[in-house]
């Protein structure tokens, strides 16, 4: 075997024309010259699900389907689609409606080649199938073997005892050398390692606790973020999102995002409910994942588990490092699943307009730039209420509050401990969160 550890574009190529031809994975591993257990592993790792049918059949896709005996599920509202009413079996809406349904999973993709290229039955089949695709594979790769290549390599429990042990000798007038050198057996890192964490803002110490350092001329550099999960974006690509909607088309959508303060001091996390653009927001005193991941945890808990899930069954939000450990956002402590989390492309805000419209409010209050370090949480939530109770056009000249209310009642409103101001009261300038 030739040591080439990567699959290169044309490899990918080569294992999607062989698909749709019906070779083996032994053969294409030995025309790729690789081992068939990674031609293996790549196809099982960049398959693409498909929604798609057979043309001119029924989508049933019940395990119980061909002796079936269900009868006019929807009598109350009769289906158009079903030509045969007394056989719901016929129905489109069959599966979305019949108690009785148990999807049915094709039993080939279990087995070698684990997808559906040059399958015999493609035509005909009514199931869910899955792909290889090499391009898509290809792109895939390149994102991840770039996101792996970013960032830094130390957990997040490590920065935060990092930080608490160099930060406050730093705000004493120490070296990192002197440090370094007096204290050893604390370190597993390099000097200039710890330079650049203090320059990217990761710890509380900032460059100006070093005087020789402000002396020095800033060299051009690329931004370095501390990304928890470097795999985060797997199968939770904006593609992904949109596949995901297009399955589930009446899920509701929550937004999450970052507004920043001024450099170094504390930021909120916004969150705003797509179906009637309604904010929360919270402040934190760093842009860390857990402080993301504490507040989910609280809402969490405020809410409970029926709740939490009602209100957040999908997220959106973008690439920071903040939302980097999505299965800590997923799943509750005990384990179970409570929300699926997504990212839009980079540099991609369009993907979420509803919260970049929302910030357009937020700064009229505190303009890009100022401060959040003078306010509490208790400001954060005065200023929530007065966005909440805002008419909006778009909101059929209601407020968001009316809306929330009008969707999900005024229980959870009492929970989070939102409250409606009257129209006439309004404010939405920094006199709002003067003390």
């Known amino acids: 075997m030739v040591k080439r550890p990567h699959l290169t574009q044309e490899d990918r190529c080569v294992i999607e024309q062989m698909l749709r031809e019906r070779k083996t994975i032994e053969s294409i591993a030995k025309r790729i010259r690789k081992d068939?257990?990674?031609?293996?592993?790549?196809i099982k790792k960049h398959t693409v699900a498909s929604n798609k049918s057979a043309p001119f059949r029924i989508p049933n896709r019940c395990i119980h389907r061909k002796d079936c005996l269900n009868k006019f599920l929807c009598a109350e509202t009769p289906c158009e689609n079903n030509k045969h009413r007394e056989s719901c079996r016929f129905c489109k809406k069959c599966n979305a409606i019949c108690a009785d349904f148990e999807e049915n999973i094709c039993w080939r993709l279990s087995k070698s080649p684990y997808v559906c290229n040059g399958c015999l039955d493609e035509s005909k089949c009514v199931l869910r199938k899955k792909y290889y695709h090499h391009q898509t594979?290809?792109?895939?790769?390149?994102?991840?073997l770039s996101q792996s290549r970013s960032g830094i390599n130390i957990s997040e429990e490590g920065l935060q005892n990092l930080d608490d042990f160099v930060s406050p000798l730093l705000k004493k007038g120490q070296s990192i050398h002197h440090i370094m050198v007096s204290n050893p057996d604390q370190f597993d890192l390099c000097e200039k390692t710890l330079y650049r964490y203090v320059d990217a803002r990761l710890l509380t110490a900032r460059n100006y606790h070093m005087p020789r350092i402000v002396r020095m001329k800033p060299?051009?550099?690329?931004?370095?973020?501390?990304?928890?999960?470097?795999?985060?974006?797997?199968?939770?690509s904006f593609p992904d999102f949109l596949a995901y909607m297009a399955e589930n088309p009446d899920t509701p959508v929550v937004e999450i995002?970052?507004?920043l303060g001024n450099v170094g001091g504390k930021v909120l996390l916004t969150i705003i409910f797509d179906n009637c653009a309604f904010l929360l927001a919270f402040l934190r005193e760093r842009n860390t994942s857990q402080s993301v991941i504490d507040i989910m945890n609280s809402l969490y808990a405020v809410l409970g588990h029926d709740d939490f899930c009602k209100l957040f069954p999908v997220i959106l939000t973008d690439n920071g490092s903040e939302f980097s450990n999505p299965r800590a956002i997923e799943f509750a402590p005990d384990g179970s699943r409570r929300t699926r989390i997504f990212y839009c492309d980079p540099y991609s805000a369009f993907q979420k307009p509803h919260i970049e419209v929302i910030h357009e409010l937020i700064r009229r209050v505190v303009p890009k730039g100022a401060s959040f370090t003078p306010y509490s949480q208790s400001?954060?939530?005065?200023?929530?209420?007065?966005?909440?109770?805002?008419?909006?056009?778009?909101?059929?000249?209601?407020?968001a509050f009316q809306s929330f209310s009008f969707l999900y009642g005024k229980d959870p409103l009492d929970r989070l401990k939102v409250n409606f101001v009257p129209p006439n009261e309004i404010v939405l300038l920094p006199e709002l969160l003067s003390f």
Do not use: F, G, M, P
């Not at 068939?36 to 790549?42: A, C, F, G, M």
């Not at 594979?137 to 991840?144: C, M, P, S, W």
């Not at 400001?379 to 778009?394: G, T």
């Open 219 to 236: 060299r051009k550099a690329k931004s370095l973020e501390h990304k928890v999960d470097k795999h985060c974006r797997i199968r939770r």
């Open 137 to 144: 594979a290809h792109d895939e790769y390149e994102r991840l």
């Open 379 to 399: 400001h954060i939530d005065r200023l929530v209420d007065h966005i909440n109770s805002y008419k909006r056009k778009k909101l059929n000249d209601s407020s």
């Open 257 to 259: 995002d970052t507004v």
């Open 36 to 42: 068939r257990t990674t031609v293996s592993r790549e």
